[in-house]
């Protein structure tokens, strides 16, 4: 899932990052998951990394970088892989947007989009620059979410591995069949202060194999 090419950085090698909230904990990890929507390795898979602390929490940019969409009509940003029209065309024609998360993409500056789904409300708007550790929402559970939290995820836009869409979840939402493929970003953040998980969780690991 490293992408060894000239366009984007070894995650290994990524400084800058901190954690999106100042006082949370790990609900769920990267990696495989029974309640993930994506496909790796034949097993169901999560994507991100939720984090969560209470609702209506400040979070923060995890990295310094250019707001590329903060709001709920996010699906350009954030790595498909294929059209996105007839997702569109189910949103428009059931008036269905309000049932996504509340979202904050960042172009990191690194090579990296950051991905801050699930808030209550955002404090950024397109095109703002903002610094490490600044606020650009509110922790919430907007989407299909149980509860209030941050799914922080990482991914690269010149990554050449994909994630699998689940086929249920794909015939349901009419999104395309693959994603650009994520990274842990527990590889790019600072040991949790507090050590407060939810786990015990599987140390980090630069990439799941991928395959078609």
């Known amino acids: 899932m490293v992408a060894d090419g000239p366009y984007a ?3 290994r090698h990524l400084s800058g990052y901190r954690w999106p ?5 790990i609900t769920s990890p ?3 998951s029974p309640f993930g929507a994506l496909i790796v390795n034949g097993q169901r898979f999560h994507d991100g990394l939720d ?3 209470f609702c209506g929490d400040t979070v923060m940019a995890a990295h310094s970088g250019f707001v590329l969409t903060a709001g709920r009509r996010f699906d ?7 059209s996105l029209a007839p997702h569109t065309r189910r949103m428009n024609l ?3 947007w309000n049932e996504l998360p509340i979202t904050v993409i960042i172009d990191d500056g690194d090579g990296y989009r950051a991905i801050y789904a699930h808030l209550n409300a955002v404090a950024v708007k397109p095109g703002q ?3 490490a550790g600044q606020r650009i929402g509110w922790e919430g559970s907007t989407g299909f979410a149980t509860g209030c939290h941050v799914h922080f995820g990482l991914f690269s836009p010149f990554e050449p591995g994909r994630f699998k869409l689940r086929p ?3 015939h349901r939402t009419k999104y395309p069949r693959w994603e650009i493929a994520r990274i842990d970003p527990r590889l790019v953040l600072p040991p949790l202060r507090h050590g407060r998980t939810a786990g015990p969780f599987p140390s980090p690991t630069p990439s799941p194999s991928l395959g078609p």
């Open 94 to 96: 059931g008036n269905l």
């Open 30 to 32: 990267f990696g495989p």
């Open 168 to 170: 249920d979840v794909q």
């Open 76 to 82: 350009p940003f954030i790595g498909w892989i294929g």
């Open 21 to 25: 909230l100042a006082n949370g904990f």
């Open 129 to 131: 620059w903002v610094r």
């Open 51 to 53: 984090i969560a602390s």
């Open 9 to 11: 950085a070894d995650p």
